[in-house]
């Protein structure tokens, strides 16, 4: 199999979201990305002029209430991301292999930007670790945050993996694994171009069910956004479908790149006692052993995956705030934040479930 991309920052993937009124100017995502051109080079950079800080998954709201306080605008800022997608990876395409003087002209072209719009920042998410590095400027300020991610160390299966667990860990899961069979459920991991049509309607009237319960929302895609994906993308798309009594109950969407599998949305007809756990973990963690991906990236949030084996890791965004005694306050917030993260990866690790060592 040819190397996968990462999915998120494919044009397929970025127009799909504009083109399906997912990420436009409507819903507070106006796309005005930084494209730099410069001989043989090549790059593109997301970009979005946003009046609001929703979908981003760092959360700033402290900071706008903060500018409000104080007679100031925080509104509207600028936003380097993959809109509603709070997923590590790089955050510009280049023809060559991307250095820190490009980054530099980037960051140039987008203070310009910040000027024109009267954007009081600039905040760039979850970038992997070699744009962190090549972004690195005393103008930005560094944010860390954690997210809790499952490492593949040469599983062959999935009980290569329980056997490194303590025996009591290793038991829950079998016990919740074992709930699911007795419902009589069964589920099936269809690969993009094997997902049905109708299947992709169900999905969708979960994912709007999910959001409806956690928020009174249809959610942030639409029903188009993941038409272009399945279409325009589906060898990188995967989808675990459960069915009971012949009738499918619950889906759960991957999207997937040689190096990582990506757990996205996920959405049930009922209560089903562990159903969320074997779709949304456990089948994720099968389906990384069988590909020979060496991650799995289930989401933000959910400190209930440590005991399931999945490890705190630190994530980071980058800012460039305007004011400049802002700047100041908010890199102090920042320091104290960063010593709160520590502690709170040494504390998740002793709460994760392998035997020591």
């Not at 991309?5 to 397929?12: A, G, Q, S």
């Not at 994906?229 to 790149?257: H, K, N, W």
């Not at 190096?259 to 099968?286: A, D, K, Q």
Request: with cysteine; aromatic share 14%; proline share 4%.
């Amino acid at each position: 199999m040819s190397a996968l991309p990462y999915p998120f920052l494919r044009e397929t993937f970025l127009v799909a979201l504009e083109e399906s009124g997912s990420a436009c100017i409507e819903s507070g995502w106006e796309p005005v990305h930084v494209t730099l051109k410069d001989g043989e080079t090549d790059c593109f950079m997301p970009l979005y002029l946003k009046d609001h800080s929703m979908g981003e998954y760092v959360f700033d709201y402290a900071w706008a209430n903060a500018y409000h306080q104080n007679g100031l605008e925080y509104y509207p800022k600028l936003v380097t991301a993959v809109p509603f997608t709070p997923s590590t990876g790089s955050r510009v395409r280049c023809t060559e292999d991307l250095n820190q003087q490009h980054c530099r002209q980037i960051i140039d072209e987008v203070i310009n930007i910040a000027e024109d719009t009267e954007a009081s920042s600039w905040h760039l998410l979850f970038p992997e670790e070699n744009d962190l590095a090549l972004f690195d400027d005393p103008r930005l300020l560094k944010r860390t945050g954690v997210q809790y991610h499952w490492m593949n160390k040469d599983y062959q299966c999935f009980d290569d993996y329980l056997a490194g667990m303590t025996s009591r860990k290793r038991k829950m899961i079998k016990k919740e694994r074992d709930e699911v069979v007795r419902q009589n459920i069964q589920i099936e991991i269809l690969l993009g171009a094997d997902i049905r049509a109708d299947i992709w309607e169900l999905f969708y009237r979960l994912y709007e069910r999910t959001y409806a319960k956690r928020n009174g929302t249809r959610g942030y895609l639409t029903e188009e956004f993941f038409q272009k994906i399945a279409s325009g993308m589906p060898e990188q798309i995967a989808m675990s479908v459960a069915t009971q009594d012949g009738r499918p109950i619950a889906c759960a969407l991957y999207l997937f790149d040689s190096h990582t599998l990506y757990g996205r949305y996920w959405g049930s007809l009922g209560e089903f006692p562990f159903l969320h756990f074997e779709l949304c973990y456990y089948r994720g963690i099968e389906f990384a052993i069988n590909m020979g991906l060496k991650r799995y990236d289930a989401g933000a949030q959910g400190e209930h995956k440590l005991v399931r084996g999945f490890e705190p890791i630190k994530t980071h965004s980058l800012h460039w705030i305007r004011h400049p005694e802002f700047k100041k306050a908010i890199a102090r917030f920042l320091g104290e934040e960063n010593h709160a993260i520590d502690a709170h990866i040494e504390q998740a690790n002793e709460m994760l479930p392998f035997k020591k060592s």
